[in-house]
């Protein structure tokens, strides 16, 4: 089968481009077949993936990162004869880290050329209820990784637009600028009060919602394992939602991550569900997979089954 290769070329500040050159090095002496791509923009990166996977199986591999991975998520037409791998490129590389993926590109490689071993992954479908006046209709999107409204998402947001990120990325520390920004909205977030539904169970009423996160793996936003038990082969959606507390406990709670410690605190909360609803009083900042939208009054979310990997 001819492997489709999609490049982000500037993923991680640049890094992508380098990667592919060796890529290309290493499929080129493997004798590989293979097609390149390189999409100059998201809707360009959805609308290739529509197109390649309408047409019978195909297998798409991604040079990049989480972002970039979502964008080819999206533009999926048929699960069932669709194939993904990914080479990883980005910054925080979350999917790549999550499935424990071989760092080394020549070994990497090797393995997915002649010793691929495919496994059945989850994946979330979210609806969004946006809170501006352009969107009247429920908009319909993918995610991979995780989908959060609040704290975690406006880190993302923030994370987005800083330059400092793009000079930590040359230092390979492009973590530290998540840790920086998640110190400095605990003292800036503003809360809302919010509705959640767990499956069929009664709905429970959130006094002042700091973040939910809703996970089909352990970690996002470099590594901040919010679900460190999830499985993205269980069926079934996480979701760690966190009241807002008092300073000092925010800031004990964003530490208490690296140890995979924080629900411990009881403002913390761990649900495990195949389906959820989300509704807010205050418009709040949402993200999928890192990628900050918009903003929400609502969301649905639920874990489906399918998505077909390759490493």
């Given at each position: 089968?001819?492997?489709?290769?999609?490049?982000?070329?500037k993923a991680s500040s640049?890094?992508?481009?380098?990667?592919?050159?060796?890529?290309?090095?290493?499929?080129?002496?493997?004798?590989?077949?293979?097609?390149?791509?390189?999409?100059?923009?998201?809707?360009?990166?959805?609308?290739?993936?529509?197109?390649?996977?309408?047409?019978?199986?195909?297998?798409?591999?991604?040079?990049?990162?989480?972002?970039?991975?979502?964008?080819?998520?999206?533009?999926?037409?048929?699960?069932?004869?669709?194939?993904?791998?990914?080479?990883?490129?980005?910054?925080?590389?979350?999917?790549?880290?999550?499935?424990?993926?071989?760092?080394?590109?020549?070994?990497?490689?090797?393995?997915?050329?002649?010793?691929?071993?495919?496994?059945?992954?989850?994946?979330?479908?979210?609806?969004?209820?946006?809170?501006?006046?352009?969107?009247?209709?429920?908009?319909?999107?993918?995610?991979?990784?995780?989908?959060?409204?609040?704290?975690?998402?406006?880190?993302?947001?923030?994370?987005?637009?800083?330059?400092?990120?793009?000079?930590?990325?040359?230092?390979?520390?492009?973590?530290?600028?998540?840790?920086?920004?998640?110190?400095?909205?605990?003292?800036?977030?503003?809360?809302?009060?919010?509705?959640?539904?767990?499956?069929?169970?009664?709905?429970?009423?959130?006094?002042?919602?700091?973040?939910?996160?809703?996970?089909?793996?352990?970690?996002?936003?470099?590594?901040?394992?919010?679900?460190?038990?999830?499985?993205?082969?269980?069926?079934?959606?996480?979701?760690?939602?966190?009241?807002?507390?008092?300073?000092?406990?925010?800031?004990?709670?964003?530490?208490?991550?690296?140890?995979?410690?924080?629900n411990l605190l009881k403002?913390?909360?761990?649900?495990?569900?195949?389906?959820?609803?989300?509704?807010?009083?205050?418009?709040?900042?949402?993200?999928?997979?890192?990628?900050?939208?918009?903003?929400?009054?609502?969301?649905?979310?639920?874990?489906?089954?399918?998505?077909?990997?390759?490493?």
């Amino acid at each position: 089968m001819k492997y489709h290769f999609i490049i982000n070329s500037k993923a991680s500040s640049g890094k992508g481009r380098k990667i592919w050159k060796q890529v290309h090095r290493i499929l080129e002496e493997e004798n590989a077949d293979y097609l390149a791509y390189f999409p100059k923009s998201k809707r360009e990166t959805v609308a290739l993936v529509r197109k390649l996977t309408s047409r019978g199986d195909c297998h798409l591999v991604v040079v990049g990162g989480d972002g970039t991975l979502n964008l080819v998520l999206q533009g999926i037409r048929s699960f069932e004869h669709t194939r993904l791998s990914c080479i990883r490129a980005g910054s925080g590389n979350d999917f790549a880290k999550n499935m424990n993926l071989e760092k080394d590109l020549q070994k990497s490689l090797s393995h997915l050329l002649h010793h691929p071993e495919e496994r059945l992954l989850d994946y979330g479908v979210e609806t969004l209820f946006p809170a501006d006046d352009y969107h009247k209709e429920p908009l319909k999107r993918r995610f991979l990784i995780s989908s959060g409204v609040g704290y975690d998402a406006d880190i993302c947001y923030e994370a987005s637009q800083s330059r400092l990120k793009t000079a930590l990325n040359h230092l390979n520390l492009g973590k530290a600028v998540y840790f920086l920004i998640g110190m400095k909205l605990i003292f800036t977030k503003k809360c809302s009060k919010a509705v959640l539904m767990v499956d069929d169970q009664n709905p429970q009423m959130i006094p002042e919602l700091f973040f939910l996160t809703g996970m089909i793996h352990p970690c996002e936003g470099g590594g901040f394992a919010f679900c460190p038990d999830a499985s993205c082969t269980d069926g079934m959606l996480d979701l760690c939602l966190v009241e807002s507390m008092s300073k000092p406990k925010l800031m004990m709670a964003v530490c208490l991550v690296f140890f995979r410690r924080h629900n411990l605190l009881k403002k913390i909360h761990g649900f495990r569900c195949r389906k959820m609803t989300l509704i807010l009083d205050n418009p709040q900042c949402f993200h999928h997979d890192g990628d900050t939208p918009f903003w929400i009054r609502r969301v649905d979310m639920e874990c489906k089954k399918g998505l077909r990997f390759v490493e």
